[in-house]
């Protein structure tokens, strides 16, 4: 799965409304989301990560943050994330079959952000 966009309290809202569905959907044992197109991560996107986490975890299942921005990662590091999450650098398009995509656009980057937060 792949998000695309700002994962702050927008992206996470619609994260946590269009995420559900998906899940009950296709009902995967694992999933793969690529946040590498995730170009804003603040702390409600932190949250969002969590939530998905343990909705994985309650099911059986178990999530993968795959391919993160640079930005991203740092954040995720320094919340020490790296080390209660499965974070993976490789690419997963090559192991999954193009079928098995599904793409998530989130709330378009905001212009009225502060450059320094990026």
């Known amino acids: 799965m792949t998000l695309h966009g700002d994962l702050d ?17 296709h009902q995967p044992l694992h999933v793969n989301l690529d946040l590498a197109h ?3 991560l603040d702390c409600s996107g932190v949250r969002a990560l969590k939530w998905l986490d343990r909705c994985m975890r309650g099911h059986g299942g ?11 990662l740092r954040l995720l590091r320094l919340l020490e994330f790296d080390h209660r999450l499965s974070i993976s650098q ?3 398009h090559d192991i ?4 098995n995509w599904k793409t998530i656009r989130l709330a378009s980057p905001r212009t009225d952000r502060d450059p320094s937060l990026n």
Do not use: C, K, M, N
């Open 9 to 25: 309290f927008e992206g996470a809202a619609e994260l946590r409304r269009r995420l559900p569905v998906l899940l009950a959907r």
């Open 38 to 40: 995730v170009t804003f």
């Open 62 to 72: 178990t999530l993968t943050i795959v391919r993160p921005s640079r930005r991203v």
């Open 96 to 99: 999954v079959p193009p079928e």
């Open 90 to 92: 490789e690419d997963w």
